[in-house]
């Protein structure tokens, strides 16, 4: 089991890989959309690399719950419990 | 009718990342095909083991998160893009008036086989949502479009390896009708996957000199035995001859005329009388208001196939006449191997900057020219060409389907 920081490093990865972000910048409080600038597609290719990389699966009707890089750690950790 | 200014180059080859690189080392005559740096031929058996592969990837210049979202068709397009923009002096447009046409003969192949690769490994579950995006053949217009917001149009004319010079001729029409004032346009392509490889193997129409691969693309040779596959995209900024003098743009050239026809004959193979290739000569040199007694140049399309590479020359010398014999003949896939979809914009930027330099690149590979062959043609090193006055080239391109493209070029 990952803890919330290996988790929230792991996303911040997938994130920084798709957006061009820095990976540091991907913390806990920030919106997907509003703060990330993270358009739907985005969205989606990051949720299927992190059911990859987590071996988790993150429901679609799941997905629009998932406001904040906090929401999706916590999904994620749920998940994997 | 609107006269049609070529304004800005772009290109990434097996010859370069860019265009000064690319053309030095054709004027230089060196060879671009590589034996493949991987283990196809021991996983898949794959027939040839060569191509004229990419010196500049385009991850060395894109951003990580833009290599990501495009097919290496579209990375191409786009790092090519972004050079001929610049080179035109990233004009200020109004994005109404700015097209892109963009083609690829094959399209996002990789991306296509990639995920069908990852859904028969991991299930539908991986398949990644840009997917669709990254692997529709309009994928490199459509970003092209988007770079630059050009929103005139974006297109993507597809006629296999006619599809680059088809894109030319369509941005060049754009233009002259009015629906823009500049236009992108080009082709690009990365078929460079072992699948594409061994289709156009078991047609035959690929070079099987493994072990020489840089003496593998040999037009007129009397032993070529076929074309070599390339990869990578040819850009031109194509704008409107006022609008190019109002805003004091650099001119290369001048894109005089075009003519295209489809042989009706057979899926892949050329007509042997060559009489749409013929026809579609005729028709741009008609229609660029020049003679035979014009042109100093040609960039065949000769891709070093045993039948193609003659029906094309008999034809040039059919249309040309007495007058082919003051033509300069160039086969640059000799050194670059056979860009499919991006062959005819990288042709085309080899004739603009032919006529600009006033130099023919050479032909390399040619030790026993076919005893057909009865247009001069430059071999092993650069030609110069007539140093005064107007001139004018011909590039044609032909592609599987019965495509048939001729643009005829003039300095500037």
């Known amino acids: 089991m990952a803890d919330t920081n290996e988790v929230l490093a792991g996303l911040a990865e997938i994130v920084a890989e798709e957006t061009g972000l820095d990976a540091g910048d991907v913390t806990l409080e920030k919106s997907f959309t509003d703060d990330l600038d993270i358009d739907s597609l985005s969205m989606m290719t990051i949720v ?7 071996d988790v699966r993150i429901p679609d009707e799941e997905v629009k719950n998932l406001t904040t890089v906090g929401d999706a750690v916590k999904f994620i950790e749920g998940a994997q419990n | 009718m609107t006269d049609v200014v070529v304004t800005g180059l772009g290109a990434t080859t097996p010859l370069g990342g860019d265009v000064p690189t690319t053309w030095e080392a054709a004027l230089a005559g060196r060879s671009g095909v590589r034996t493949l740096d991987n283990d196809w ?4 058996d794959i027939p040839v083991t060569f191509a004229g592969q ?3 990837q385009p991850s060395e210049v894109l951003s990580r998160p833009e290599t990501k979202r495009m097919d290496p068709s579209a990375q191409m397009a786009i790092v090519a893009t972004r050079e001929a923009w610049a080179d ?4 200020d447009v109004d994005p109404e008036r700015l097209g892109a046409v963009v083609s690829s003969g094959i399209g996002g192949v990789w991306t296509l086989l990639n995920g069908w690769d990852t859904m028969k490994e991991k299930g539908a579950k991986r398949i990644l949502p840009l997917s669709v995006p990254m692997l529709m053949p309009n994928s490199p217009a459509a970003y092209v479009s988007l770079e630059l917001t050009a929103r005139a149009g974006a297109h993507a004319p597809v006629s296999a390896c006619a599809s680059g010079a088809e894109a030319i001729g369509a941005a060049y029409e754009m233009i002259q009708s009015g629906r823009a004032d500049i236009v992108v346009a080009g082709g690009t392509e990365a078929a460079i996957h072992p699948l594409p490889i061994s289709a156009f193997a078991a047609m035959q129409a690929l070079s099987k000199r493994n072990d020489d691969p840089q003496g593998a693309s040999r037009p007129y040779d009397t032993t070529r035995d076929g074309f070599v596959m390339g990869e990578g995209s040819g850009i031109v900024v194509l704008e409107s001859a006022e609008h190019a003098a109002a805003r004091g743009a650099r001119v290369y050239g001048r894109v005089l005329g075009l003519g295209m026809t489809a042989d009706a004959h057979h899926i892949a193979a050329p007509d042997p009388e060559g009489a749409g290739q013929t026809r579609a000569m005729r028709l741009a040199l008609e229609r660029a208001g020049v003679t035979a007694a014009d042109i100093v140049h040609v960039n065949a399309h000769a891709t070093s196939t045993p039948v ?3 029906i094309e020359a008999r034809g040039i010398r059919g249309v040309l006449g007495s007058d ?5 003949l160039s086969a640059t896939k000799s050194m670059t191997g056979h860009l499919l979809g991006g062959a005819g914009a990288l042709e085309s930027v080899f004739t603009i900057k032919a006529l600009q330099d ?10 026993s020219p ?3 062959l009865e247009v001069d043609l430059v071999r092993d090193t650069p030609r110069a060409l007539p140093a005064d006055g107007q001139l004018a080239a011909i590039n044609n391109s032909f592609g599987f389907g019965g495509h048939n493209v001729a643009l005829v070029f003039g300095s500037a």
């Open chain 1, 48 to 54: 299927t690399l992190a059911e990859e990389k987590f």
């Open chain 2, 41 to 44: 031929a021991e996983v898949y």
């Open chain 2, 54 to 56: 990419l010196v500049v």
């Open chain 2, 88 to 91: 035109a002096g990233s004009p």
């Open chain 2, 308 to 310: 193609g590479d003659m």
């Open chain 2, 324 to 328: 082919a014999d003051g033509v300069l």
């Open chain 2, 358 to 367: 006033r130099v023919a690149p050479p032909t390399i590979n040619v030790t």
């Open chain 2, 370 to 372: 076919d005893p057909e």
